[in-house]
C-alpha cells in the first residue's frame, strides 16, 4: 500500500523558514517524480514544485525563487524548503506522486503551513 506522509509545517514568523518532508511507504520513491502542491485557505491547489527522477526541478511563478525541493533516493523521502517565508504563503502544503503507468495519483495528508506577519 502506497502512503504520503507530509511534516515539517507549523507556525512562523515572516522571514523565517521552514523545510517539509514528504515520507513515502509502499513505493521506491526514487523511481517517481513527486509535486509539491499548497492550498491556500479558501483556495484551489497549486502547484508549487516538482522534483524528477533524476533530480531535475522546476518551480511555478508564486515561489520566486524562494522555494527548493530535493531528494533523498536512500530514505525514501523529497522535500521542501522554504526560505523568506511570506504571509500569502500560509497553506496546506501536499505532495502528490502518480503511479508508474500514470494511472493514479497519491496525495499525502498535508502539513500545515501558517506565517504571521
Known amino acids: 500500500q502506497v502512503q504520503l506522509v507530509e511534516s515539517g509545517g507549523g507556525l512562523v514568523q515572516a522571514g523565517g523558514s521552514l523545510r517539509l518532508s514528504c515520507a513515502a511507504s509502499?513505493?521506491?520513491?526514487?523511481?517517481?517524480?513527486v509535486q509539491w502542491f499548497r492550498q491556500p485557505p479558501g483556495k484551489q491547489h497549486e502547484l508549487v514544485a516538482t522534483i524528477k527522477t533524476k533530480h531535475a526541478r522546476t518551480y511555478t511563478d508564486p515561489v520566486d525563487g524562494r522555494f527548493t525541493t530535493s531528494r533523498d533516493d536512500v530514505k525514501n523521502e523529497v522535500y521542501l524548503q522554504i526560505d523568506s517565508l511570506k504571509p500569502e504563503d500560509t497553506a496546506v502544503y501536499f505532495c502528490?506522486?502518480?503511479?508508474?503507468?500514470?494511472?493514479?495519483?497519491?496525495w499525502g495528508q498535508g502539513t500545515q503551513v501558517t506565517v504571521s506577519s
Open positions: 502528490k506522486t502518480t503511479d508508474l503507468l500514470g494511472r493514479r495519483d497519491y
Open positions: 509502499g513505493i521506491t520513491f526514487g523511481l517517481y517524480d
